[in-house]
């Protein structure tokens, strides 16, 4: 009985049609700078350009190059510690956590080629 299931992909299709953008997508990266500066900098290389404060912290430039994006505003937005390790847990209010994520997104470097096969 295959009817029930095109039935029901077209149903959800529609429906993602007319949903609006996640709330993580929401951010204002101009914004999110200020919030990095405020909260990000004294670890992170905040620019696109420059050394971290914090060797240990990478510069918020690549710091997308392993992180899925929403899962990163996600465990913001939690408050859940991003890195079991040396960063701290941060608790935002206000919805800064999508803007910061905005941010970061606007200023990610190109990751390098993979390595060839050895
Ligand atoms: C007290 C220092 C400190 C502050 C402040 C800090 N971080 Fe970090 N962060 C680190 C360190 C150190 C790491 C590397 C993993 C570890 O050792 O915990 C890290 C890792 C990360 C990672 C994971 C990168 C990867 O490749 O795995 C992300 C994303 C990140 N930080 C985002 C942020 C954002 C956004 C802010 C500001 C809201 C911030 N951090 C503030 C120290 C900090």
Redesign the pocket.
Known sequence: MRLPIILIAAVSLSACAIEPAPAWQSGDAEVGHQ??QD??A???AIERTGDSP?A???P?R??????RPDW?ADD?HASRA???????V?HFGEGHEYD?VAY?LSIQEDAPPMPPPS
Do not use: D, G, K, Q
Not at 62 to 67: K, Q, S, Y
Not at 82 to 88: A, F, G, I, N, Y
């Open positions: 919030v990095a909260l990000c004294s670890c992170h914090n240990a912290a990478p918020l690549r710091a997308l190059w392993n992180f990163l913001l991003v890195s079991l390790r040396r960063m701290p941060f910061v970061l």
